[in-house]
């Protein structure tokens, strides 16, 4: 069975501050998606990765195969960076396996 | 990337009642998702609907409870039928490969509230 850990749970940051979000999955994962969840629920998909690195803006994911973690970077945290991130694994298909989320506060 | 849109994006209803989630996609995708994310829960996926065939569905969610229509490539609806409380949830569609977009795309929601 696919899965996917994430942490933190919940991340207080203040305005400015460099932002990391971590997930680890489990060996038949072959892809890691980052989401984004605003409060009204709606989701913007930011990253998927398979190898490397991706940036956008000020957002970086980054993937290590070997040791099956990916971590979501922010820089220069703004308070509408708040929101809940998701990391979610596919295993070749369209069928995602979801962390829980980390829930993200910047405060001004 | 494609753009989804979700009808209705909220709505309360009261128990017994059934409700109808639409979600249109701008451009022609083969495959749609229908998730639930209950309160304080990851997503869950609920079903694939592919163009011209039978809904999918997974372990412990059945079509008479969600029945899903999926008339076109760019059209879907799921039916949330005879509800209770215990169905108040986000409502997401997504879609997969759009124009050669290896990922899935994810609507704006529905919040439902049971009464």
């Known amino acids: 069975k696919n899965e996917v850990e994430q942490s933190p749970q919940n991340l207080t940051a203040q305005e400015g501050e460099f932002i990391t979000i971590n997930c680890s999955y489990s060996?038949?994962?072959?892809?890691l998606h980052w989401l984004q969840q605003h409060p009204g629920g709606g989701i913007v998909s930011l990253f998927m990765?398979?190898?490397g690195k991706k940036k956008h803006g000020r957002l970086i994911a980054t993937i290590n195969i070997q040791e099956k973690h990916s971590s979501l970077h922010i820089t220069a945290s703004h308070p509408r960076d708040s929101a809940v991130y998701i990391c979610?694994?596919?295993?070749?298909?369209?069928?995602?396996?979801f962390g829980k989320g980390t829930k993200l506060s910047v405060i001004p | 990337s494609a753009v989804i849109s979700q009808k209705p994006s909220r709505d309360i209803c009261q128990r017994g009642t059934s409700l109808t989630i639409q979600c249109q996609v701008d451009?022609?995708?083969?495959?749609m998702f229908w998730y639930r994310q209950q309160p304080g829960q990851s997503l869950t996926l609920i079903a694939t609907?592919?163009?011209?065939?039978?809904?999918?569905?997974e372990s412990g969610f059945v079509i008479d409870k969600f029945p899903i229509s999926r008339p076109n490539l760019t059209f879907s609806t799921l039916t949330v039928s005879n509800m209770s409380p215990e169905d108040s949830s986000i409502y997401l569609c997504?879609?997969?490969?759009?124009?050669?977009?290896?990922?899935?795309?994810f609507g704006p929601g529905t919040r439902l509230t049971v009464l």
């Open positions: 990765l398979s190898s």
């Open positions: 451009s022609q995708v083969t495959m």
């Open positions: 979610a694994g596919g295993a070749g298909s369209y069928q995602l396996t």
């Open positions: 060996v038949g994962i072959s892809a």
């Open positions: 997504s879609v997969g490969e759009v124009a050669g977009y290896n990922e899935q795309f």
């Open positions: 609907a592919n163009q011209g065939s039978e809904a999918t569905y």
